[in-house]
């Protein structure tokens, strides 16, 4: 049932009168102001659309993702000592570097479809910082401001980072005691506005960068080069429809210029409290202020372990 203040609230997210494009892209300080000032408004506008809408609306869910992932996840969730069913579905690139099927490519357009009613909902949404505003990229993690807060989407992406992520990312990655943190946002590439991205590491143990074109929808350029450190081989790889890549935040990797056409990606990390990151090939991790702590390696977990969800909270902390 509809009440008041819901009602009232996505009225008022509506009727919000947004920092311009220009605050936007130099982070001026009133644009951070804007979104938590509003932030309870927005939340309260995301219940109510989702009551809107709901007898038309996709409720997202596990159903949107790879048949096989999804069955090697379960199984090992009920016996981890079956992880291998999950690590065997991921191709490695480089170290460090691994790519498979991710979303269901016959369910995409469902997702699409639910992503498009989002543009389309009039609710406020932040863009990452340092992209043109363009109409898929929006935050996704409750920790950022002006993000994508409907319930049923929220639901799916802590599933996403809990049943699927974290445990493939200690899998194949190392990640155990640097990774209950998450963070999250979505990205369009296109020839006008944000073509490339150059060369960087990301501020995370782990990042998964998941292409959620429809089949038929070609672009050109864009491809990722990842660079492998220990041999000096710079690696190129496409991005196909629902296909994935899960790397080490520390792999520096680039993104060509897109020529023609568009790229959607939904792009999530993980990470430790207060930002800590792994260094090196250590069993150790650096934190922001550069402080050191052990942890287990993925040499010294058990399948137990990299199966079980994080004992702490969430913190509020926010890479951008």
Do not use: C
């Not at 981890?80 to 170290?95: Q, R």
């Not at 506005?193 to 864009?222: C, M, R, V, W």
Request: aromatic share 10%; glycine share 4%.
């Amino acid at each position: 049932m509809k009440t008041l203040e819901h009602t009232n609230a996505l009225a008022a997210a509506r009727s919000l009168t947004l920092p311009s494009r220009e605050a936007s892209l130099n982070r001026e300080i009133s644009v951070s102001q804007f979104w938590n000032t509003n932030r309870k408004i927005l939340e309260d506008a995301w219940v109510e659309w989702e009551i809107e809408n709901k007898n038309n609306l996709l409720t997202p869910d596990e159903t949107l993702l790879d048949p096989r992932l999804r069955k090697a996840i379960k199984d090992a969730w009920e016996n981890p000592e079956k992880e291998t069913a999950v690590s065997d579905l991921w191709e490695e690139i480089i170290p460090g570097v691994y790519a498979a099927q991710f979303f269901d490519v016959d369910r995409l357009a469902d997702f699409r479809n639910y992503l498009e009613a989002v543009a389309n909902s009039r609710v406020p949404k932040r863009a990452p910082y340092g992209i043109q505003l363009n109409r898929y990229g929006m935050m996704l993690d409750p920790r950022s401001e002006g993000h994508l807060a409907a319930p049923n989407f929220q639901a799916f992406y802590n599933d996403i980072m809990d049943r699927y992520m974290r445990p493939i990312a200690r899998l194949l990655l190392g990640t155990y005691g640097y990774d209950n943190q998450t963070f999250g946002f979505s990205i369009q590439y296109n020839p006008d506005k944000d073509k490339d991205l150059h060369a960087h590491t990301d501020a995370s143990a782990a990042t998964l960068n998941i292409n959620i074109n429809l089949p038929g929808e070609k672009f050109t350029g864009s491809e990722v080069d990842f660079y492998d450190k220990v041999s000096g081989k710079t690696v190129q790889t496409t991005f196909k429809p629902g296909k994935a890549i899960i790397h080490r935040g520390n792999v520096p990797h680039a993104t060509h210029p897109i020529t023609s056409g568009q790229r959607n990606n939904l792009v999530v990390w993980l990470y430790g409290d207060r930002m800590q990151i792994p260094h090196g090939n250590t069993s150790s991790y650096k934190s922001a202020n550069n402080s050191t702590a052990s942890v287990v390696s993925v040499e010294n977990s058990t399948a137990r372990q990299r199966w079980s969800l994080p004992d702490g909270p969430k913190d509020t902390i926010a890479p951008f």
